[in-house]
């Protein structure tokens, strides 16, 4: 009986056992404290992120003297790549008339890029070959004229990028879609294909001349 009491109870720790609490005691206490850091850094991050110093956007400012915390850009500023100073590449303008001139020399991979953005943008309304008999219009969309009547042969072709740009009668803008320069290629393609239709025995090199005829007959 005695020896049971003094095992469960001891009534005095021996050497080891003392040894064996102290050490529990000192590992609980450190795991109270990692434990406590943990909650006081969590703690400290929410506290931050709900105390963001931020405004949010058009809201008031004491802070300047006109009352907003929105900064008004300062004069002058352009954004980059939209310092466009150069009037014909991006109104189809000289000295504010409409100009014939293309503002960079014209590649056969200009035109090449120029057909594929006509077919993507302008095709629906204008088909294929500019007559004007696109999908859109087959399905009830006003007709745009051909471009292939004497007017728009004659048009400068600072006229399609300015059609482009700034939509034409009941044709919208189509400025946020095409690139300026996509735009005088576009136009570059357009007078491809007014030659397409309008071209002469004489537009064909001397040397592929028979081959034409040879065909035709
Ligand atoms: C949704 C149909 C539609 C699309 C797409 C369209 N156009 Fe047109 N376009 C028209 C219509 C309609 C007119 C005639 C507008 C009018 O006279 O009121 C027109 C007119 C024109 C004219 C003749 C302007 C003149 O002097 O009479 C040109 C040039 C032209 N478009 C070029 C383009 C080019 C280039 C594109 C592609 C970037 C394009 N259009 C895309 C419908 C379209």
């Given amino acids: 009986m005695d020896e049971v009491v003094s095992k469960s109870v001891p009534a005095v720790l021996n050497g080891r056992q003392a040894r064996a ?36 956007p058009l809201s008031p400012s004491t802070f300047f003297p006109d009352g907003r915390s929105a900064r008004p850009q300062v004069p002058g500023t352009v954004i980059h790549g939209q310092l ?6 991006y109104t189809g303008k000289v000295n504010g008339v409409v100009s014939n001139e293309f503002p960079f020399p014209i590649t056969r991979a200009d035109l090449e890029r120029g057909r594929e ?12 070959t500019g007559s004007g008999h696109g999908m859109i219009v087959q399905r009830g969309f006003q007709a745009p004229p051909s471009y292939h009547i004497e007017r728009l042969r004659n048009a400068p072709v600072g006229h399609f990028f300015d059609v482009i740009t700034n939509g034409y009668g009941a044709m919208y803008s189509y400025a946020s879609r095409v690139a300026p320069d996509d735009r005088w290629r576009i136009a570059a393609y357009i007078r491809a294909l007014q030659l397409s239709q309008h071209a002469t025995l004489n537009d064909v090199p001397a040397d592929s001349r028979g081959q034409l005829t040879e065909k035709a007959q």
């Fill in 21 to 56: 609490a102290s050490a529990r005691f000192r590992r609980l206490a450190a795991l109270a404290a990692a434990l406590a850091l943990v909650l006081l850094s969590a703690i400290g991050c929410r506290v931050d992120m709900h105390v963001d110093p931020r405004y949010d």
């Fill in 84 to 89: 466009r100073t150069d009037e014909l590449r």
């Fill in 117 to 128: 953005r006509f077919n993507v943008n302008c095709s629906p309304c204008h088909d294929y």
